[in-house]
């Protein structure tokens, strides 16, 4: 099993939807968690980070479920400029930073 | 302009060339990590440093030599490459290895696209 999944995609939305992603790991000793955003040929940059009581920025929300090892992001009011792949990180206590394969999004006109 | 710089941005090499990645990162972190990714396929995490010392290995092939002088710079020494190094190579940084805080977060530069004829 590897050590962060996420959903297939790719999604496609129109613009105004709310879409979510999820994301699984497999280490119940991770500690920290992210999601990153990545532009096609760009590096990934850090879209937000996840803490244990859930955390929103803007049309962004975060949520972590420590007990079934699950992290969601969802996003509302769906944006053209939100076309990406989004980018699920884990990492625990002196451990690498260990990124999910991603979920690329497709917001349509 | 993320604080960690890569260059060159965009290179081409023949297999019997020797080339160098190189990234300086202008953020006071003491982690600098070096990330590959293929198309269509998830980052590797290739090499990682903390405080001027390699930490971690990750089974790359000795093709690859990385060297980090100073916790502000980190290179990438590349000879004899093969056509299925052909990717782009991904710096970055973090505050350091061990907080788990969710503060420390990796920053990544720009990126430096090989290809590998």
């Known amino acids: 099993r590897k050590e962060v999944e996420q959903d297939p995609g790719p999604f496609n939305v129109p613009e105004g939807a709310t879409v979510a992603f999820n994301c699984t790991y497999s280490?119940?000793?991770?500690?920290?968690f992210f999601w990153y955003r990545q532009d096609c040929r760009k590096e990934p940059k850090l879209l937000m980070s996840?803490?244990?009581s859930g955390n929103e920025d803007g049309r962004f929300t975060a949520q972590l479920n420590r007990a079934s090892q699950y992290i969601s992001l969802l996003i509302r009011d769906s944006k053209l400029s939100d076309s990406a792949t989004y980018l699920c990180?884990?990492?625990?206590?002196?451990?690498?930073?260990?990124f999910g394969p991603g979920t690329r999004l497709s917001v349509l006109p | 302009e993320t604080g960690v710089t890569q260059t060159p941005r965009h290179l081409v090499m023949g297999m019997t060339n020797k080339k160098s990645l190189k990234c300086e990162q202008h953020?006071?972190?003491?982690?600098m990590y070096w990330y590959k990714q293929s198309a269509k396929k998830p980052l590797e995490l290739m090499f990682v440093y903390s405080l001027e010392e390699r930490v971690e290995n990750n089974s790359v092939p000795s093709r690859f030599s990385p060297e980090c002088p100073n916790s502000s710079h980190l290179f990438l020494h590349l000879h004899t490459l093969q056509p299925e190094d052909s990717a782009l190579y991904l710096c970055a940084s973090s505050q350091d290895r061990a907080s788990y805080s969710g503060a420390n977060v990796l920053t990544f530069g720009a990126g430096s696209r090989l290809t590998v004829l």
């Open positions: 996840v803490y244990s």
């Open positions: 990180v884990v990492r625990g206590y002196g451990q690498n930073f260990v």
């Open positions: 280490n119940s000793a991770s500690q920290s």
């Open positions: 953020l006071g972190h003491n982690a």
